[in-house]
């Protein structure tokens, strides 16, 4: 096992990797930017460096300086949560070839499900649904144009490198089809270092489901179960929740025993999650796979009672998985709601500055993941969460309404949260009922 861990990250995962670490007797060193500088929960680690100033490319994404505060420190591994370096193949291989453990998976293994074409051709081998379309990237317009055709329009021509819903276009004639293809490669060049682009049927109204995987480095891989990620905002989730409501239970069994398939195929250790759209015939196509830690991680805790990231960071010292497929059972409903510091009467306008008042909610299924308390400023440099309410029930109406009544003993002051919306959302009947689309929420927001 390690003896000490760097955290690659701040805010509520850093503390979240802090946590773990403690609980496992292993000693972890926070990295933080000038932005950072006194943030309470910097001093539940053992040690913390600075490593620069707020904006990201010159701390928490500058390899070289994240690098030397681990040698500095001794450590023997990085966790880098999510965002920032999490899907970083060269940061991976810079950790291996600095002698330090990178707590995730191989730079081969993110490589190759990083890359959308590739993860797609894997996928097709594992036998995971995706979706008809280009089984390479398109190279010339007369070859969209067939491909387009076979598919049959609306197509979406997407980045091969892509991310953050960056260098994605609509077509629904063949006209907006050749000018979106010269234009997304363009812009997949400019933003990612690579032109690559490919096609695939676009789903009008669908639902996001997402199967949560892990790995070890002998072999094998177990899946956790999904999650219903299908309210979001401009792509962005604000609530997740498992299990996904209103799905077939063998549809969903098998599709999660593929996405397994599929990470072993890939010689894929740590964690890792298999994104899907869901029509509603309730077909299953893959979107992508995301190599890393996801922000929606606690539901899946919530619901197997498996810790995934005291997994991660075992499976990443060599230990095989402490569990088997069988061993992992669901019990009851959780959700989560993503608390940002974003005015929802303004246009989620980010509203950053000093917390007065922080009154985190409890009593029994209530979970917060924050670094926030009272007297904390929320730093403009950084993505506007604040925090994550996790709650969990017996069933999923039992869980709504622990989640009401959890948002109402929330108390966050004087800045804008999401709040508000949530706490209409869990009384909404639509939502309420179960199996809206993607678009459900902007819908509602513009009515
Ligand atoms: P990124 O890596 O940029 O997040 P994804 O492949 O995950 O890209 O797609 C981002 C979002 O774009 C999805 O959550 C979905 O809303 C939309 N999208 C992507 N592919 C399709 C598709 N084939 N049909 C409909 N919507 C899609």
């Known amino acids: 096992m ?23 007797g292993i000693e972890c060193v926070c990295v933080y930017s000038t932005a950072d500088a006194g943030a309470p929960y910097l ?47 060269h940061f991976a291989e810079v ?6 453990e990178f707590i995730g998976p191989s730079p081969e293994a993110m490589g190759k499900l990083g890359d959308k074409i590739e993860a797609k051709k894997l996928a097709r081998e594992a036998k995971v649904p995706v979706f008809p379309g280009s089984e390479d ?82 072999g094998s891989a177990v899946h956790l179960f999904e999650r219903d990620c299908s309210i979001q905002r401009r792509h962005q989730k604000l609530i997740e929740e ?10 969903k069994d098998d599709v999660c025993k593929r996405a397994a398939a599929l990470i072993r195929k890939a010689k894929y250790h740590g964690a890792a999650t298999v994104e899907f759209l869901v029509d509603e015939k309730q077909n299953f196509y893959m979107l992508e796979v995301n ?7 606690p539901v899946t805790e919530m619901i197997t009672g498996v810790d995934i990231v005291k997994t991660m960071i075992r499976v990443a010292a060599g230990e095989p998985l402490p569990f088997k497929q069988r061993d992992i059972k669901r019990n009851g409903h959780a959700m989560e709601c993503r608390i940002n510091a974003e005015d929802p009467d303004r246009n989620f306008m980010p509203s950053p500055g000093e917390i007065e008042r922080f009154d985190p909610p409890g009593g029994p299924g209530v979970r917060m993941d924050t670094h926030c308390v009272a007297g904390y400023r929320v730093p403009p440099n950084y993505d506007s969460m604040i925090g994550k309410l996790i709650v969990h ?39 309420r009922k179960g199996g809206v689309d993607i678009h459900f929420l902007e819908r509602l927001l513009k009515s």
Do not use: W
């Open 291 to 297: 190599t890393r830690l996801q922000v929606e991680h």
């Open 43 to 89: 001093q539940y680690a053992d040690r913390s460096v600075c490593i620069g100033p707020g904006p990201a490319n010159k701390s928490y994404l500058d390899i070289a300086r994240i690098i030397s505060a681990a040698e500095q420190s001794g450590a023997d591994a990085i966790h880098p949560g999510y965002g920032f370096l999490s899907e970083n193949a």
């Open 2 to 24: 390690f003896n000490r861990i760097l955290i690659a990250n701040r805010g509520e995962i850093a503390l979240r990797i802090i946590r773990a670490c403690r609980e496992l």
């Open 137 to 218: 990237a398109v190279e010339t317009e007369d070859e969209a144009i067939a491909e387009a055709d076979k598919i049959g329009y609306p197509v979406i021509i997407k980045a091969a490198a892509g991310g953050g819903g960056r260098g994605m276009r609509i077509a629904r004639t063949k006209e907006e089809l050749i000018s979106g293809v010269s234009r997304a490669s363009q812009e997949a060049e400019a933003a990612f270092g690579n032109g690559a682009v490919y096609i695939e049927k676009f789903l009008e109204a669908a639902r996001h489901v997402e199967v949560q995987v892990i790995g070890d480095k002998h």
């Open 95 to 100: 950790c291996g070839d600095c002698g330090i």
């Open 393 to 431: 029930d017996d069933d999923r109406n039992a869980c709504m309404n622990r989640m009401a009544r959890a948002l109402q003993e929330l108390k966050v002051e004087p800045i804008a949260t999401t709040t508000p919306l949530q706490l209409r959302l869990m009384s909404n009947a639509a939502f």
């Open 242 to 251: 498992a299990p996904a409501p209103g799905l077939d239970q063998r549809r």
